[in-house]
């Protein structure tokens, strides 16, 4: 069982569509993440939620809207979307409250192209 | 701004050490220092992370300077296996967040 899946691996879409990503995570943990790596392979936390709360928030352009249903799911929604939001996106989730001594679990990736 | 600087890459040989080296000078004292590693096409994979002693797992070793300024992360044997980026990374212990530095691409030479 794959503990950390994102759904669609690969997304190629249109500027100015809308699109979702999907991640669930069967480990029973309490804190979910949305990373993004750019072309250059740089890595940086969007989004963290810790039992459907949010609690990072990092500038990310409010195209971007994570939502939580319970706390083994975290989609992110992406609006109106731009030739820059092209990029490998993260999901992770770690097992408590998101404490940084905590070890975090990543989902395979989901590749959006933005044509 | 916290950050971690790495070299661009590395080479080993198979079934040598290798150690691969991190400079987090802005590091401060609730600060954890991490390291992942991203396979081609997959996802960071956890190696190791520690506070202020040096640590050892089945993966690997770090050793943290005492001033905590950088770390090492050994591999004590590699494989072909090994070859991956290696991400050294502040954990901030004042947002939550992780920091990821740029990596360094291990090449393993058979």
């Known amino acids: 069982d794959t503990a950390v899946s994102q759904t669609p691996k690969y997304l190629v879409t249109q500027m100015g569509n809308d699109k979702s990503i999907k991640c669930e995570q069967n480990?029973?943990?309490?804190?979910m993440y949305w990373y993004k790596q750019d072309s250059k392979k740089f890595l940086k936390i969007m989004f963290s939620?810790?039992?459907?709360?949010?609690?990072i928030n990092e500038t990310v352009p409010n195209r971007f809207s994570p939502k939580s249903p319970d706390k083994a799911h975290l989609n992110l929604h992406i609006n109106s979307l731009e030739l820059g939001d092209s990029a490998v996106y993260f999901c992770?989730?770690?097992?408590?409250?998101?404490?940084?001594?905590?070890?975090?679990?990543f989902g395979p990736g989901t590749r959006l192209l933005v044509l | 701004d916290a950050k971690t600087t790495q070299p661009n890459s590395m080479e080993s040989n198979e079934e040598e050490p290798v150690h691969l080296p991190c400079n987090h000078s802005t590091i401060s004292g609730t600060d954890y220092i991490h390291w992942y590693r991203q396979l081609p096409s997959q996802g960071p994979e956890y190696v190791i992370h520690?506070?202020?002693s040096n640590v050892n797992n089945r993966m690997a070793s770090l050793a943290i300077a005492e001033d905590r300024k950088s770390s090492t992360l050994i591999l004590h044997r590699a494989t072909l296996r090994d070859a991956a980026v290696y991400y050294c990374?502040?954990?901030?212990?004042?947002?939550?967040?992780?920091?990821f530095g740029q990596g360094t691409t291990l090449q393993v030479k058979p």
């Open positions: 992770a989730s770690s097992q408590n409250s998101g404490l940084v001594s905590e070890t975090q679990y």
């Open positions: 480990l029973g943990h309490d804190t």
């Open positions: 939620y810790n039992n459907k709360e949010l609690i």
């Open positions: 990374i502040l954990g901030l212990g004042n947002t939550g967040k992780l920091i």
């Open positions: 520690g506070l202020t």
